[in-house]
């Protein structure tokens, strides 16, 4: 019989194998794993899971795997893209629509379509997988995407752009229990998915090639367009550099000038709501373009766009094929509504009340350099709006600004007025803990709950209910996050109301809630080379809100987005936080700052380690909150994964030290005492028996790293009694841990095996060991790969 292996003749694509995950927020790139991979064949035959959307199975459509697999700058430089795929979220479109364009596009060649998680009646919704005969690199699979998205749009299908991005997520067959946003069931009673509708052309097909067809036609356009846009953007270069030549330079543009040198174009560009390019960097789609290119492009100091979207917005100079110009241009036309005397007034009077100093800017470039008023003084500028200097001996000065009164200093206490009186009583949000008029930190590690703490707190102080048992004032609130989108506050709300039994209407008009997730300029302030701050347009519209709330309490989540100074140094930061003193006193409140620790907390509990960066985090607040894990309350019950401990670091109006224990249990937090005593008395058992369970597999582990085998019999090498006096057993007795050893064993978490062999004595080992656990030798049982897997989860809980 011959032993020669059966040749695979499926065609490749079959076999090239993508990174997968699970959900919008699976990353591996804080703990350097790799992701797992499926080879792209499974997917033509996967059953949906039955997950909330952003929580289905997603893949990148690449064979780069590492780490970053999720990072766009890590699949441009790396990646191997191996299909093409498509999303298809508006219009309705019935299969025989999408299923003509895509068999119209791909030929003979492999592909697959499947509903989207919440299609159903009324509101059709597609997803599209197409393999490539060969891998290609970015620039070559970007066109390719580009072509497949113009060809189904030419038939009426709006497509999502978003797929052309590197490392954009590509979710896989998934159907929820029902429409999160209508409550619409999107599966039986039998958990049978309603509406899920699939169609390939099978796995035998061939991937589609590159070089022919549709989409090589589509690829043709798209570069001879590349080209032909590369020659008129060197046409209006040089227009506007003979303009700049035949016209001599003035005075009045230092500034101009000096905001261009403080301002990249770049950066003003996000400012304004342009869309960088996933392919080009140097490329940006304007908020005028209806269209999916991306006309305008950074060239230097300068952006040169060819969108007759923009030049009949007015957007800079304008020319019969585009328009062109500066990073002062875009604040005109989108600050200032296209007015250049109210921009120019606007950046005198703030170097006047600033006294700002901007970087020196050398001489632009000879091309490309003209702009309204860049060159000359304008002629709606008049004397009195232009900044105080020095005059040439033929040119009058400017008018010069009154002198400032300096002889009061603010803030001086009359003590006379003191003599007959009482200091008034502190005022307090929560007694001992949140001080009104002052701004705090609340800071705990990833993962632990700080955001639904926040929200929770707040949600009891707008009705003044008490917060895990401690008294809070009755006041309006506020939670600002950049973290979370506005779904997901409303459904975490929902979780919080279940748990306090209070309903949104309840709340309305004494609980805000706020989303600026993937909003631009989120920062409060900014800091100038000289180390001052200004705040800016986010800061006062987050003031005026709050304000008009009547917000007493107000949570910003979180620091990394509100502060965009150096977190070690100390002037950044009581600066920083001194904005938002300034602000718990105006609205006679207390601000709450949601911040991350030190990456050295878990490895010591070191309230130093609580906060990151500079002790002026610590310094400067009036209170410090610390959300930490718990095992035990404080009558030593266990919580188990479930308990926290939220204690007070710093406290200049408190005690300092106290702390609260509670558990989080159906997506709230709550204490065992405010649950019925038969679920809190079942919830204590389990998280005691987790503990020990989790301390006899501690112990056991240690035993085999150090090569010393236990026995689940009575013996010298009794595991209970040998794993009783080791610190892994954390004080759990020889009873506590034959119990845990007989429950795992129930839960096939452990067994009797097979370790190692004894190489003195030539002898096999056998021993307790976890059950598919690796072993800490070269002899240990192969542990399980995603090739041994269940395709339907990926090595994850389906």
Request: hydrophobic share 35%; glycine share 8%.
């Amino acid at each position: 019989m011959s032993t020669r292996p059966v040749e695979d003749t499926s065609p490749a694509w079959t076999r090239r194998r993508v990174a997968v995950f699970r959900g919008l927020f699976d990353t591996k790139i804080d703990t350097g794993e790799e992701y797992d991979t499926r080879p792209l064949a499974s997917f033509f035959d996967m059953a949906p899971w039955s997950k909330p959307k952003t929580n289905g199975p997603a893949f990148v459509p690449s064979t780069y795997h590492e780490h970053d697999a999720r990072e766009h700058t890590a699949q441009r430089e790396r990646g191997e893209f191996v299909t093409l795929t498509g999303d298809i979220d508006s219009g309705n479109h019935a299969l025989d629509a999408v299923f003509d364009a895509v068999e119209a596009f791909a030929g003979d060649s492999a592909w697959l379509i499947y509903s989207s998680p919440h299609a159903r009646p009324g509101d059709l919704r597609w997803r599209i997988i197409m393999p490539l005969a060969e891998p290609q690199p970015f620039d070559a699979w970007y066109d390719a995407q580009c072509a497949f998205f113009a060809f189904m749009e030419a038939r009426g299908l709006q497509m999502d752009h978003a797929l052309a991005r590197a490392a954009q997520p590509v979710f896989l067959p998934n159907v929820p229990i029902e429409h999160s946003k209508s409550g619409t069931k999107l599966r039986g009673d039998d958990n049978k998915p309603l509406y899920y509708v699939t169609m390939a052309s099978g796995t035998d097909a061939p991937g589609l090639p590159i070089n022919s067809g549709h989409v090589a036609d589509g690829m043709a356009q798209i570069r001879q367009q590349r080209r032909d846009d590369e020659r008129l953007r060197e046409r209006i270069r040089r227009e506007a550099e003979a303009r700049r030549a035949n016209k001599p330079r003035g005075d009045g543009a230092s500034l101009m000038e000096d905001f261009n040198a403080a301002n990249s174009v770049a950066t003003m560009l996000e400012l304004c709501g342009y869309q960088q390019s996933p392919q080009n960097a140097e490329d940006w789609r304007s908020p005028h373009q209806t269209g999916e290119t991306y006309a305008t492009r950074v060239v230097g100091s300068k952006w040169i766009s060819l969108s007759q979207s923009d030049v009949s917005a007015g957007v800079g100079t304008t020319f019969k094929e585009g328009c062109f110009g500066d990073a002062y241009d875009l604040l005109v036309h989108y600050k200032h509504g296209g007015d250049h005397k109210s921009a120019y007034r606007a950046l005198g009077a703030e170097r006047r009340a600033e006294n700002v100093v901007y970087l020196q800017q050398p001489e632009p470039p000879e091309w490309l350099s003209e702009a309204p008023g860049y060159d000359e003084m304008p002629d709606w500028i008049d004397a009195e709006s232009v900044m105080d200097e020095p005059a040439s001996a033929d040119a009058p000065r400017a008018k010069q600004s009154e002198p400032k009164d300096l002889s009061s200093l603010p803030g001086v206490a009359d003590l006379s007025d003191w003599t007959n009186s009482k200091a008034p009583d502190r005022d307090f949000v929560i007694p001992g803990w949140v001080v009104r008029g002052a701004c705090g930190l609340l800071s705990g590690q990833e993962g632990v709950g700080k955001s639904l703490l926040a929200q929770q707190m707040a949600t009891c102080a707008a009705l003044g209910i008490t917060f895990l048992g401690l008294e809070i004032a009755h006041t309006p609130s506020a939670y600002i996050t950049c973290e979370d989108p506005i779904d997901e506050l409303w459904r975490r709300q929902e979780d919080i109301n279940r748990s306090l039994g209070i309903t949104m209407a309840d709340l309305d008009g004494r609980l805000m809630l706020v989303s600026l997730k993937g909003q631009l300029s989120n920062e409060l302030a900014l800091f100038d080379a000289q180390g001052r701050i200004s705040v800016t347009e986010r800061y006062q519209q987050i003031e005026m809100a709050v304000k008009a709330f009547g917000a007493g309490l107000v949570f910003l989540d979180n620091a990394a987005h509100f502060f965009t100074g150096n977190e070690n140094a100390r002037h950044d930061v009581a600066t920083f936080l001194g904005l938002l003193e300034r602000l718990s006193e105006i609205v006679n409140g207390a601000v709450i700052l949601l911040a991350h620790p030190n990456k050295q907390h878990a490895q010591g509990n070191k309230q130093g380690n609580e906060y990151s960066g500079s002790t002026g985090w610590s310094a400067h607040v009036r209170n410090r909150l610390f959300l930490d894990w718990a095992q035990k309350d404080g009558d030593g019950n266990y919580l188990g994964d479930d308990g926290r401990l939220l204690r007070k670091s710093k406290a200049n109006y408190g005690k300092k030290g106290e702390e609260i224990t509670f558990r989080w249990h159906e997506w709230a937090f709550t204490r065992d005492e405010d649950l019925p005593e038969s679920v809190s008395s079942q919830l204590r058992q389990v998280g005691r028996a987790n503990f020990e369970n989790d301390c006899f597999l501690a112990c056991l582990r240690q035993r085999l790293v150090e090569r010393r085998a236990v026995s689940e019999k009575a013996s010298a090498t009794y595991a209970p009694k040998v794993f009783e006096v080791m610190p892994e057993a954390r004080g759990c007795t020889k009873e506590q841990l034959t119990e845990a050893m007989n429950r795992l064993f129930r839960i096939n978490a452990i067994e009797r095996g097979y370790l190692w062999v004894n190489r003195g004595e030539g002898k096999s080992v056998h021993g307790l060991r976890e059950v598919g656990a690796d072993l800490p030798t070269a002899e240990s049982v192969v542990p399980m790969t995603s090739d041994n897997l269940p395709m339907t989860d990926f090595g994850l809980e389906g």
